[in-house]
């Protein structure tokens, strides 16, 4: 940007605050560039000041005739107790004394003794959205943690700016019948040697209206702004004898007073202060409609699939408990799901669960025959506008028919009686893990795992082709193989070699001493394909790959969603038969 047009804020003045994405609640923000004094040629420095305060519609009026003077930073918001025992709270704007006609939204709060200022969003705001502080960030997990409010800091730790996206504003000032009114100035300055040899060479002062604010463009020598005369007028008391133990001041008169006057002028100040401020009240109007606080209908709630021939039915038709319908969606919507933060998968039987949400839903799905997600229609409709456009996304014609296990638990009420093959892996795992501590005296495992959280990327639906299906592999060896306890699996062991066994080759050798080697490294089969699975995912090559599904006992014939479910439950029944067979008897 040119000098010229930066020092005349021409973008700025044209960007409102009432149609962007970020309001400033409150604002005092300086920078500067170069030389850091304001006195000397090259300095370069910007401010930008905001301050706000909402008002209901019966006092609109009287606001209309507040600017930067009456709610802009030289206002603070702080309680006030009168002599008379009135008292304001933070919350009020008051005109005049204990008149209330607005409301603030941003309280100053001064830290006596420790120093620093901090500014605090209102609570009532806070609350009302459901907001939670990340860092210096307001975020609304309900709506995948999106930023509500942001603030600004120094490097002191004193807040500069809190801003607020214009969307949520709105939505809140709806719910309490309220609008904002804001006040900001801008001022840029650059001190130069002189006019004539600068990028200011042909501009002249400018004082008049301009984009619904007032802009003023300043041209004045430093030496007009910080020289010129001084004077000083010093007065001090003469009847005060520094002997005395307790001395007492009596009333100030001339002829115990005494006082010296001096004067001077202060000059040597080269260069020319070029200066451009710009000043702005704007009004920020809600819509009418509040669908987070109030829970008014939501107009971008999208359409979703639900007849064979595509037909689609508005989500607001489909929110009714009894709309008696259900909706497909292709797999990939759980790993989408669960790649956002908040969001969790939980099983019911082998075939259904549910994904649990930020907004507290728990949206129960069934897997059908052709691999699709099916869902009852009500489930989906009732979740906040933005979670619903994340599974309309991933919305299909039905195929397939509805999912048995699924109908079994919401149409026959009488739930299927199996289990998922993630759920039944960590079981076994947890049994293992449980007979090797009570038989050896020490735990299977080096360091322990947090079941649920694990079981979100040890899943079926991860294997959404090969590639995806090698790093389900892998995850199963994180969560068994690379846990295994070598140092006292190697004590046990009667293996010759056993200081060069690896994890399973030692788990493998203590189950040969019951078995015997050949039934043992059959046994262990599934779990070294899994191994080999896992490094070929880095180093994928045709007949090894080949040989390692074969291992791993994988039906390449069927979808890789139960691919993945397959390399789960071999690996799985894998692990209970070898528990079967060491501890089965005893």
Request: aromatic share 10%; net charge negative; hydrophobic share 35%.
């Amino acid at each position: 940007m040119k000098k010229k047009d930066w020092i005349l804020q021409s973008r700025e003045t044209r960007r409102r605050f009432d149609n962007s994405t970020w309001v400033p609640l409150r604002a005092s923000e300086a920078t500067d560039e170069g030389i850091s004094d304001v006195k000397e040629v090259g300095h370069v420095s910007e401010y930008f000041g905001c301050g706000s305060v909402a008002f209901p519609p019966e006092n609109r009026e009287t606001a209309d005739r507040f600017g930067w003077s009456q709610i802009g930073i030289i206002h603070s918001a702080r309680p006030y107790a009168y002599d008379d025992g009135h008292y304001s709270p933070v919350e009020e704007f008051e005109y005049g004394d204990k008149e209330a006609v607005g409301v603030e939204l941003v309280y100053e709060h001064d830290q006596p003794v420790v120093g620093g200022r901090k500014w605090i969003l209102s609570p009532d705001l806070i609350i009302a959205l459901r907001l939670v502080k990340i860092d210096n960030s307001w975020v609304r997990p309900e709506e995948d943690f999106v930023e509500v409010v942001r603030e600004k800091l120094d490097k002191d730790g004193s807040h500069i700016s809190i801003e607020i996206k214009r969307e949520f504003l709105m939505d809140y000032l709806s719910a309490r019948g309220l609008a904002l009114r804001i006040s900001y100035y801008r001022q840029r300055v650059e001190n130069v040697a002189s006019l004539e040899e600068s990028e200011y060479h042909d501009i002249s002062e400018i004082n008049g209206d301009r984009d619904g604010g007032k802009f003023e463009l300043r041209l004045r020598t430093l030496e007009n702004v910080f020289g010129g005369s001084w004077a000083s007028l010093r007065i001090w008391r003469t009847d005060v004898d520094p002997d005395e133990d307790a001395p007492v001041m009596g009333p100030e008169q001339d002829d115990n007073t005494a006082s010296e006057h001096r004067r001077g002028y202060r000059s040597g100040y080269v260069g020319v202060r070029v200066e451009g401020e710009f000043w702005r009240d704007e009004w920020i109007n809600h819509q009418g409609r509040s669908v987070r606080v109030r829970g008014d209908e939501d107009s971008s709630r999208p359409n979703f699939i639900a007849e064979t021939d595509g037909t689609r039915i508005a989500s607001r038709d489909l929110d009714d408990e009894d709309i008696g319908r259900w909706l497909w969606f292709r797999p990939g919507i759980v790993n989408e799901l669960l790649s956002r933060r908040g969001f969790s998968l939980k099983w019911y039987t082998q075939d259904t669960g549910a994904i649990i949400s930020t907004s507290g839903y728990q949206t129960h799905f069934g897997i059908n025959t052709a691999d699709l997600i099916t869902v009852y229609a009500y489930d989906v409709a009732r979740l906040p506008t933005w979670e619903q456009h994340v599974w309309a996304s991933h919305n299909v014609a039905p195929d397939g028919k509805v999912s048995a296990e699924l109908l079994m638990a919401q149409v026959q009420t009488q739930p299927a009686s199996t289990h998922a093959f993630e759920e039944l892996l960590f079981k076994t795992m947890r049994l293992l893990e449980r007979s090797f501590q009570d038989k050896y005296g020490f735990s299977l495992f080096n360091h322990d795992l947090n079941d649920a959280d694990s079981m979100q990327v040890v899943t079926r639906f991860v294997s959404t082709d090969q590639a995806a299906l090698f790093r389900l592999a892998k995850e199963l060896v994180r969560v068994f193989s690379d846990r295994l306890n070598i140092r006292e699996l190697r004590k046990i062991s009667t293996h010759a070699d056993r200081d060069k066994l690896g994890s399973n080759k030692l788990l493998e050798d203590l189950l040969s001493q019951k078995i015997g080697p050949e039934k043992a490294r059959s046994l262990f089969g599934v779990v070294a394909g899994v191994y080999e699975l896992r490094l070929a995912d880095a180093h994928p090559t045709g007949s090894k790959v080949a040989e390692a599904l074969a291992l791993a006992r994988i039906d390449t014939s069927l979808s890789f969603l139960r691919q993945g479910e397959q390399l789960i439950y071999n690996f799985g029944s894998t692990l209970w038969k070898v528990g079967e067979q060491l501890f089965g008897s005893e």
